[in-house]
């Protein structure tokens, strides 16, 4: 009998012990990205000449937002046909070069996450940016997998920490920030009620103007699991969720809203997508 108590109790050890192994692999893999590949082949464009051409890049190799994801493409490209934009959709870098991103306005990192370009991509969308291009990030496109520092200065200008674990999903009040931009904030709502994964950076966006901020005081902000305990921590009480910084002759965008499909059921959500749209192209 106790051998057969010996031999449970090493089963049970030994997959604890591998549950374990395969959590930290996974949250390694989240953080440095899974295998990846990168496509060199330059697409076939065909873009309408009179319409404002919008690239939206969904492509993952962290970890991958997939409902939200697709809930996004089809209200983005909604919004195109209501404002008369062209919207070029793939997951495939070989179109980041310099001629073929010069016939878009704005490139989308569609819950991008990981190393989606290689260098010589990283480089045609740096290049394309200062230049006067426009770039926007959605929610995972801020997180810490990319690796890229001109990415993390140019888009974000802070660095991702984690989110809130318990719970995961959380409502808080989204306000406008009074001294946002006024063209931007035009046709926008002055607050709205949000129920998001709200992202924490170490520290406020630098040299960014703030569209939308949260009460980081009335979230739980921890995000401490398992063997990180350095991660119960916000970032106060105002708490940055959407701003726009600018990247040479280039403007960026950034929201770390939109976790879940959820998202692009909220009117008041697509419309800062929509208004954040057609700021960065103008």
Not at 207 to 236: C, H, Q, T
Request: hydrophobic content about 40%.
């Amino acid at each position: 009998m106790k051998k057969v108590f010996k031999i449970i109790a090493w089963t049970l050890f030994g997959l604890v012990l591998s549950l374990f192994g395969l959590g930290a692999l996974f949250m390694y893999k989240v953080q440095h990205g899974f295998p990846v590949t990168y496509e060199t082949e330059k697409p076939e464009l065909s873009l309408a000449a009179a319409k404002p051409a919008i690239l939206l890049f969904s492509k993952t190799t962290g970890f991958r937002h997939g409902e939200s994801i697709e809930a996004s493409k089809p209200v983005i490209q909604a919004l195109a046909t209501k404002n008369n934009w062209v919207i070029y959709e793939t997951e495939e870098g070989g179109v980041f070069n310099q001629e073929q991103l010069s016939q878009f306005k704005l490139v989308i990192f569609n819950n991008s996450t990981g190393r989606v370009l290689n260098d010589n991509q990283q480089l045609a969308l740096e290049k394309y940016v200062e230049k006067g291009g426009a770039l926007m990030g959605i929610h995972g496109a801020g997180d810490n997998s990319h690796h890229w520092d001109w990415y993390v200065n140019n888009l974000l200008g802070t660095t991702f920490s984690h989110h809130p674990l318990n719970p995961q999903f959380q409502r808080a009040l989204v306000q406008m920030e009074p001294s946002a931009d006024s063209v931007l904030k035009a046709n926008l709502s002055a607050s709205w009620e949000g129920n998001d994964e709200w992202y924490v950076f170490f520290e406020k966006p630098k040299n960014a103007r703030v569209v939308y901020y949260i009460d980081g005081e009335k979230i739980l902000p921890s995000g401490n699991m398992l063997w990180m305990k350095d991660k119960n921590f916000g970032m106060g009480k105002y708490h940055p969720v959407a701003w726009h910084k600018n990247a040479g002759k280039g403007r960026t965008f950034y929201t770390s809203m939109g976790h879940s499909k959820d998202a692009w059921a909220n009117p008041a959500y697509v419309k800062l997508i929509e208004q954040g749209i057609s700021w960065s192209i103008q």
